[in-house]
């Protein structure tokens, strides 16, 4: 009986203890951890924190540094440009005014550049408004500030620029020379660029050209970049009808038949690129 | 022999009950404070070690402020000296 009982309890025991050992060694829980485990693996986190807390003392000590490098930073800034301010004999507020204002110059001018060349042509009084406006901030010392430099520098570039764009659309002259043809002078780049428009200035110069087909060496004709008040520049898809309803009336298309007979052979017929003269304008 | 049976019945208790306490108390395992212990140092570890993450970031963050500011400093100085240039000529200009 003592024997049987002995046995049985010893099995129990030893199953018991075999499996507790197991779990200890396969498990992360805290509460199966033998003590020595425990005491390493506290270590471990302790060590990890004073390493990160050691760490955190030198990232703190550079932080408080750099801010501090920073603020200098900015206050060497702060100097240099009150420097300027005083060289220009301004202060911030006037500084940034005087740039508003050489901005506001920019901004108009750069709507201004963006039109045709016939309207910059047309519009060269606002050209001359601009150019005086730029002139007057020249004269200012806040123009030679680092920014309103720049931006007066820009100005200046679109003016010419404007001018420059300008100058094909001013009513232009051109002696003709042997072996030339409307055609031919048309195509030139800087006539029109495009050989079509031979209709322009046959139509512009009806008085010297009886026939488009012949003319002659030393001839001056009159080279127009945009439609002079008693003048319509046929486009492609127009008729005498459309263009007379624009100014009144279609039925007066007679009255600009009869205008441009001499170069209208039928009525049906127009072209693009001819100058019509609109009687009664 | 009844001296015997009671020394041996003393001696089977003895062992089964050391047993009994060597398989489920003598293998020392960390008590609740322990463990508390434990869970508060990982996670004051974890804690500084985010923080230090976060203040590397920060110290970085302010590394790369610093060298904007000196640039910036130096474009200063740069348009400083350029705007005397254009005075000393302005002078003779106007």
Known sequence: MNRKLIILMSSVLMLTFSVGVFAQQYSYDYKNMKMDEYWAELSKWQKREADAQAAIAEQEAKIAQLKQQIADADQQEQNCWNDIYTMLETDKAGYDDFLQNAKNLESDLSSFVAMSPEEIYNRRNELEQYKNRLAELRKDKRSLGPDPYQVLQRVENMIADAEQKATPAAAGRYEVQRGDYLWKIAKMPDIYGDPYAWMRIYTSNRDQIKNPDLIYPQQIFRIPRVAGPNEYWVERGDNLAEIAKRYGSPFTWQKIYEANKDVISDANLIYPNMVLVLPGQ | ?94
């Open chain 2, 1 to 94: 022999m009844v001296g015997v049976k009671l020394l041996r019945r003393w001696l089977v208790s003895g062992a089964v009950i050391g047993s009994l306490f060597f398989a489920f108390g003598c293998t020392s395992h960390p008590n609740d404070n322990q463990i508390r212990q434990m869970e508060e140092t990982r996670s004051a570890a974890l804690s500084a070690e985010q923080r230090l993450d976060d203040l590397t970031k920060q110290r970085q963050q302010l590394e790369s402020e610093l060298a904007q500011k000196q640039k910036e400093l130096q474009q200063c100085e740069t348009n400083k000296a350029d705007v005397q240039k254009r005075l000393d000529n302005w002078g003779t200009e106007q």
